[in-house]
């Protein structure tokens, strides 16, 4: 028998927005409502997987001054040129208190009172991401690596720490990014092998004599350099193409201009050397996008110097970020308990207790597999789904859940279906899957609050039931 509509989801949240001051309900809300928005013609296919398998940022030995509350982001571009219709949105430039509400401008002031501390309670910052983080006094790159575990959350270590960890970056460039001629006329001029003849010649290559089998450039054994080589060629290709796709309406990653094709290349050293890092995952389409959004926020951080690491430190957050999704990106584990698949029936588990008309609608009436369009939802986590200021706001919620962003991100997941029943229960097959692989425009805070009340709702009712 199916159910009639949940009582309580006749509850007005579910239908007006938060009745929060927030100014981020207006600052991004560019798109029309969800109840007038005309679909796009054309509905993305299903995704598929490739073939093969301190403040202002604050600096780490002073604490952040209080006068630097005021101090506004950097611009994102130096392009001037007109940004068609349809292009992403980059995030505004943001004066310092003209377009804060009082709410906001309290909530950055405790920001800053948290990450002025020597020892920073990252429980109380993860609080305080989980409701957004202010756009403004480069706030977003320093907590963003206090919630990714890149810096620790005692400050007098963060020097150390930093310092550290670039170096290893830029170990991890010079032994894992040049081919091995490079690799091996380095190797014998440290060990002082060159002889004259070498020197006179200025190449710096191994005598014919002297070059081994794993060492020629024809040899197909595994263990040859040249035939890594040459395979970890085909990976960086493959990087390069998805590289240039990267949020084309985007002047930061697009284009040719200095500051795209510079962007550009450090995305493609950030996800070769992972690759090379990871051989049992090496690169999978998809990372470029997962990449951006950290890449883009420490490129963009108004202290210059931390920005000048934006590639490092984008690489050690990736990474850590990666971890904990790292197995749906593994295509060997797509039918395990930690694969894609199994990730996915989660979410329609949690559609199915919160909404079983709709759940019921959705897989039973209409047949849509929710692979055809969770698996980009997830994998990609919602980078495709809003505009691209949108998203680095989502990414301030995923990144705070204590417990990792992946029940949160599933939350949220279920919260855009919910969002949009009405349309879903009226609509096909054909227009369901059209709707869902183009999600409407969203008010991200409602989204953020819809999904959180979820979360209360579950616990409450696993309450009740003790």
């Not at 990449?291 to 690489?315: G, I, T």
């Not at 009436?365 to 369009?373: D, L, R, S």
Request: hydrophobic content about 35%; charged content about 25%.
């Amino acid at each position: 028998m199916v159910k009639s509509v949940p009582e309580w989801l006749n509850s007005s949240i579910w239908s007006t927005p938060n009745p929060s001051s927030d100014d981020r309900l207006q600052r991004y809300a560019t798109k029309p409502s969800e109840e007038t928005l005309t679909l796009k013609p054309d509905p993305i296919p299903p995704p598929q997987r490739p073939d093969k398998a301190a403040i202002a940022v604050p600096t780490p030995h002073e604490k952040a001054p209080p006068q630097h509350a005021d101090k506004a982001p950097i611009p994102v571009s130096t392009s001037h040129e007109k940004t068609p219709p349809s292009s992403v949105e980059e995030p505004e430039t943001l004066d310092s208190n003209a377009n804060l509400s009082p709410e906001d401008v309290d909530r950055r002031a405790r920001f800053f009172s948290e990450l002025s501390r020597k020892v920073i309670d990252l429980r109380e910052l993860r609080r305080l991401g989980s409701q957004g983080i202010p756009d403004c006094a480069g706030l977003r790159p320093t907590i963003w690596k206090l919630l990714l575990g890149y810096l620790p959350n005692d400050r007098d270590m963060w020097a150390n720490e930093l310092a550290k960890k670039r170096s290893q970056y830029a170990l991890f460039r010079e032994e894992l990014l040049l081919n091995p001629s490079e690799v091996t006329r380095r190797l014998e001029e440290s060990a002082g092998h060159c002889n004259e003849e070498q020197r006179c010649d200025g190449h710096g290559l191994l005598p014919r004599s002297e070059i081994t089998h794993g060492e020629h450039p024809l040899s197909l054994g595994k263990s040859s350099v040249w035939n890594q080589f040459f395979q970890d060629t085909e990976i960086a290709e493959q990087i390069d193409r998805d590289v240039k796709r990267t949020h084309p309406d985007m002047h930061f990653f697009s284009g040719d201009s200095a500051l795209a094709r510079s962007n550009q290349e450090a995305l493609k050293n950030i996800l070769l050397i992972f690759a090379k890092l990871n051989p049992g995952i090496r690169y999978v389409q998809g990372m470029n996008e997962v990449l951006a959004p950290l890449f883009y926020v420490f490129q963009n951080d108004p202290d210059e110097k931390s920005a000048a690491h934006a590639e490092a430190d984008a690489f050690f957050c990736f990474v850590e970020l990666l971890s904990g999704f790292r197995d749906h990106f593994c295509q060997q584990l797509d039918n395990s308990v930690v694969g894609i698949r199994s990730t996915i029936t989660k979410l329609s588990q949690l559609l199915r207790e919160h909404d079983e008309e709709l759940w019921r609608h959705l897989e039973v009436t209409t047949k849509v597999n929710p692979q055809f369009y969770a698996f980009r939802w997830i994998t990609l986590l919602l980078t495709q789904e809003f505009n691209f200021a949108d998203s680095l706001h989502i990414w301030d919620t995923l990144l705070s859940d204590p417990d990792g962003p992946l029940e949160t991100l599933l939350r949220i997941c279920c919260a855009m279906l919910i969002l949009i029943r009405r349309r879903l229960l009226a609509g096909d097959f054909t227009s369901n899957l059209k709707l869902l692989q183009n999600y409407p425009s969203a008010n991200i805070s409602h989204l953020l609050y819809v999904a959180d009340k979820l979360r209360a709702r579950a616990r409450a009712r696993a309450h009740s039931s003790v």
